[in-house]
């Protein structure tokens, strides 16, 4: 379930064995490449490698063209999935720098591990909204609404991040609902309503941002109680330690902030 | 499918005195711990005290009950419709025949959740021609458990397909030419010559496509969704558990396997020895 996006930065090998080579010659470097990144993140390079939620995609492709530009003879590889899986992969040894998950649980499977370097920091935050048809056909304006008989709604299963937060606003707002199907995903759950086969889901207001006029949101109060905190961390294990540090401080930059927020990601 | 080397190992004898050469043994060794170690290692890492307590939540039982259910009535469809279409690319000519049997073992090479996908595409409330269902009979396949049947065909009939056209590619057409010489039409002369002929072919074909129904994934949670007891089958159950509780997934594709290995294995002694 793990897709890889896997940029070429041109010339980039043959930079990387420079710096390096430049490195080894000046002797500035005692305990690898790790501890000469500046403040700038100067003498970054080589490959980095980013495992992120599902629901990052898009702003975390964005993110890693602007640190390839930003750092010439870079490479950022990006590795979406579901946060528990991902989390799993680091667990088990998987090469990865930075990991930026879609819930705080999914982050503490490997704090617990100690596989992370430095305590995790919430960058954004995420709340649901109902995603309907474009236009609204249906005419759903709130939680209470998705129960009218006939109407086929379909939830992220509650092993996934937000098929728990569905649960919690649901609970919230007191709305016994049956779901149509408990999705693996919430772009599967989106992809339901996109094809018309469901009439509403409950995702993530990004994922709504995300496609654009092919689904309409519709905000509910009850969201309020159910916001998912994104942490990100860089791992005890990173193969590019100043990479990842450089790629942690581009997410929480001023200019990281700007593309996130133009997702409809909150402010943590 | 061993039912070729079961017969023929019984029927000739081995050749005495030739040893089995390594360069052929050492690939065979390999290739069958490659398959059998993942399936012990499943295994060593069973949860055996929790066993029990995993095996007797509900919706184990209602997810295999689920599973064998899709997955027979899967086959079945698949006999109906598979056992004539493959009757038809081995015993008539027709133009672009060679381009029909490419398109039959298609499912084959697709990725099952791209098959899923086109399902919905067809056969989805908005589909093809899912939408003519919806609008004259009032049937949407999505979310249901037919739905899951239709994933579990669209994924299973191509073996079946093939491996009974196969069977009547091998079967001498002559005892068929001689019914039809002797009188019998040639929908007689399938009915009581070739479905005889070829019945070891056509029981281990439906064989085959039950085990690929009852482990399908892909296609039955792009088309059919996940609702436990509706269209969660042991596979979704196995995937989801799999998330947040590893023990759980352990426990359920342990059920899984067993039910697989006791079928596979009391057909094999009813059928197949008779290959």
């Known amino acids: 379930m793990i897709r890889s996006v896997r940029r070429a930065g041109k010339p980039r090998r043959v930079a990387g064995v420079g710096a390096i080579a430049v490195l080894a010659l000046s002797g500035c470097s005692p305990s690898g490449p790790g501890s000469s990144s500046g403040p700038e993140g100067a003498g970054v390079t080589g490959t980095v490698t980013v495992f992120a939620a599902a629901s990052l995609k898009e702003t975390f492709t964005e993110l890693g063209e602007r640190f390839e530009t930003k750092h010439p003879g870079t490479e950022v590889t990006l590795s979406f999935g579901g946060s528990d899986a991902l989390a799993a992969g680091i667990n088990n040894g998987a090469p990865a720098d930075v990991f930026a998950a879609a819930g705080t649980k999914a982050m503490r499977l490997v704090t617990d591990e100690g596989n992370t370097a430095g305590r995790p920091s919430t960058f954004v935050r995420n709340r649901l909204q109902i995603a309907t048809a474009p236009g609204n056909p249906l005419g759903i304006g709130s939680l209470d609404d998705l129960t009218a008989s006939g109407l086929k709604v379909v939830l992220c299963d509650e092993t996934v991040p937000c098929g728990t937060a569905a649960q919690t606003a649901l609970t919230a707002g007191g709305v016994g609902l049956t779901p149509a199907s408990y999705e693996q995903d919430v772009k599967s759950a989106l992809t339901k309503v996109e094809l018309k086969e469901a009439d509403a889901a409950l995702v993530y207001r990004t994922d709504v941002r995300a496609a654009g006029d092919k689904v309409e949101g519709v905000e509910f109060p009850e969201s309020a109680e159910a916001v998912n905190d994104y942490p990100i961390a860089r791992l005890e294990n990173a193969p590019n330690p100043s990479a990842a540090k450089a790629f942690v401080e581009l997410v929480q930059s001023p200019e990281g902030r700007k593309v996130l927020d133009g997702a409809g990601f909150l402010k943590p | ?275």
Do not use: H
């Not at chain 2, 919806?134 to 994933?151: E, M, S, Y």
């Not at chain 2, 005889?196 to 994934?217: D, K």
């Not at chain 2, 594709?253 to 020895?273: C, F, K, N």
């Open chain 2, 1 to 275: 499918m061993t039912t070729g080397q079961e017969a023929s190992r019984k029927t000739r004898p081995r050749t005495p005195g030739r040893g089995v050469p390594l360069a052929l043994l050492a690939p065979a060794l390999l290739g069958l711990a490659f398959l059998l170690v993942p399936l012990l290692a499943l295994l060593l890492r069973a949860p055996w005290r929790s066993l029990p307590e995993q095996l007797t939540s509900p919706g184990v039982w209602e997810a295999l009950r689920l599973s064998l259910l899709c997955a027979t009535t899967a086959t079945a469809l698949s006999l109906v419709v598979g056992v004539p279409l493959a009757w038809l690319l081995a015993r008539t000519d027709f133009p672009g025949r060679g381009l029909v049997r490419a398109l039959v073992t298609l499912p084959l090479v697709l990725p099952p959740v791209v098959g899923g996908v086109a399902l919905l595409l067809a056969l989805g409330r908005n589909g093809v021609v899912g939408q003519w269902l919806d609008a004259w009979f009032g049937i949407t396949l999505p979310f249901t458990t037919a739905g899951v049947v239709l994933a579990e065909t669209f994924v299973a009939m191509p073996f079946l397909v093939i491996s009974v056209e196969g069977t009547l590619r091998a079967a001498d057409p002559r005892y068929e030419e001689a019914a039809t010489t002797l009188g019998a039409s040639r929908f007689t002369a399938f009915r009581r010559v070739t479905l005889q002929l070829i019945a070891p072919g056509i029981a281990a074909g439906a064989v085959l496509a039950w085990a690929r129904a009852l482990g399908e994934f892909g296609a039955t949670i792009t088309f059919a969704g996940n609702f436990p007891g509706r269209t969660q089958t042991m596979p979704l159950a196995v995937y989801l558990a799999l998330q947040n509780d590893p023990a759980a997934a352990i426990a359920l594709s342990l059920v899984l396997l067993a039910v697989s290995i006791a079928v596979l294995a009391g057909l094999r002694d009813r059928w197949m020895r008779t290959a």
